[in-house]
């Protein structure tokens, strides 16, 4: 489950009790949990959001940085933020087959993020020429409606009770 995370949540002091809580409740085990933080977010008060994001991966859920490369990258941070995952924004993703730039980037990030060992996830893939560019530059995962268009609630349900039962 992803849950993208804003500025207020962060700030308010509570995210962790309020985690630990949803996670209680729900009984979902912790590492099934991603949270999505954008450049810009990490980059408000920087230290606090870097205890904030060693305690939720204490806890063993996932961080995610989301939309990376459209805030203000700063790569020094990058390494300090115990994420998982950076997720590539779709703007770079859209014209990757046309676009050398686009191309250059997406390497680049993906190559970058390897490197850190962290897992890249491509967000926006539209067309089999999107998804081959990327399967050949090892992106770990993608998203998009190559993949699924939006699912209601009822039918994303439905959809996991179903794979269960083949399981």
Do not use: W
């Amino acid at each position: 489950v992803s849950v993208n995370l804003s500025a207020q949540q962060l700030r308010q002091g509570n995210l962790i009790s309020l985690v630990r809580q949803v996670l209680e409740e729900t009984e979902l085990p912790p590492c099934l949990l991603e949270l999505e933080l954008t450049e810009s977010l990490l980059l408000d008060n920087v230290e606090s959001v870097i205890s904030t994001c060693q305690q939720l991966r204490s806890l063993g859920v996932k961080l995610a940085i989301d939309d990376f490369g459209t805030g203000y990258s700063s790569l020094s941070y990058l390494k300090r933020f115990p994420v998982h995952y950076v997720k590539i924004d779709q703007t770079f993703i859209r014209d990757i087959s046309t676009n050398s730039e686009d191309a250059a980037i997406t390497r680049a990030i993906i190559a970058m993020a390897h490197g850190l060992e962290l897992k890249v996830v491509a967000e926006g893939v539209e067309t089999q020429a999107q998804m081959d560019f990327l399967k050949a530059q090892h992106c770990d995962e993608l998203q998009g409606y190559l993949i699924s268009e939006p699912v209601p609630a009822a039918a994303f349900s439905q959809l996991l009770r179903e794979q269960k039962a083949t399981a």
